[in-house]
T-cell receptor
Framework: GAVVSQHPSRVICKSGTSVKIECRSL??????MFWYRQFPKQSLMLMAT?????????EQGVEKDKFLINHASLTLSTLTVTSAHPEDSSFYIC?????????????FGSGTRLTVV | GENVEQHPSTLSVQEGDSAVIKCTYS??????FPWYKQELGKRPQLIID?????GEKKDQRIAVTLNKTAKHFSLHITETQPEDSAVYFC??????????FGTGTRLKVLA
């Protein structure tokens, strides 16, 4: 089946530093990648949608200069949290469209738990 | 844009009983409605989905119903088991493929 590999699974960083999260589609081409953020005991909130080779589309309230998304190839998308602050601590998860056989099938990455200290 | 509401936020049932989770959506253009199960710290897993041209779909102990007129859809789990305990999310999407998730339901199955 379709697999999306997400790394790292956990990261702790200091305030003010940047963290990069990678998502790779291992056996299919992900033309569209969605990035979600999930705070404890809350739902998945869509942050941005990225299409290979073009600029990401950010949801209202998400700072594009803080959450840099790069989708340079059909198998790799990255999210960089710049100048991280404790309030950015969250579970970040990517999802790629395609690979499940259904027209709308999503394949989720395993998530990254970011802790900013 | 689309807005998805989900109820209840928590649900406790005795093992063997049924559980029902309901979602409503606002965008009449939405045409695909998946349900996900998420265990603590793990990725959401698709458990069942339904398209707008179908009113009901069943897969063993899990079923989903859709009422397009009322814009609501429900997840039904019968003969619940302790391993069904998790957080369940509904979602809705249209041709943009952008999923809007409900707020989640924490299901506890009591042995």
């Amino acid at each position: 089946g379709a697999v999306v590999s997400q790394h790292p699974s956990r990261v702790i960083c200091k305030s003010g530093t940047s963290v990069k999260i990678e998502c790779r589609s291992l056996d299919f081409q992900a033309t569209t990648m969605f990035w979600y953020r999930q705070f404890p005991k809350q739902s998945l909130m869509l942050m941005a949608t990225s299409n290979e080779g073009s600029k990401a589309t950010y949801e209202q309230g998400v700072e594009k200069d803080k959450f840099l998304i790069n989708h340079a190839s059909l198998t790799l998308s990255t999210l960089t949290v710049t100048s991280a602050h404790p309030e950015d601590s969250s579970f970040y998860i990517c999802s790629a469209r395609g690979g499940q056989g259904a027209n709308y099938g999503y394949t989720f990455g395993s998530g990254t738990r970011l802790t900013v200290v | 844009g689309e807005n998805v509401e989900q109820h209840p936020s928590t649900l406790s049932v005795q093992e063997g009983d049924s559980a029902v989770i309901k979602c409503t959506y606002s965008d009449s253009a939405s045409n695909y409605f998946p349900w996900y199960k998420q265990e603590l710290g793990k990725r959401p897993q698709l458990i069942i989905d339904i398209r707008s041209n179908v009113g009901e779909k069943k897969d063993q102990r899990i079923a989903v119903t859709l009422n397009k007129t009322a814009k609501h859809f429900s997840l039904h789990i019968t003969e619940t088991q302790p391993e069904d305990s998790a957080v369940y999310f509904c979602a809705a999407t249209s041709g943009t493929y952008k999923y809007i998730f409900g707020t989640g339901t924490r299901l506890k199955v009591l042995a």
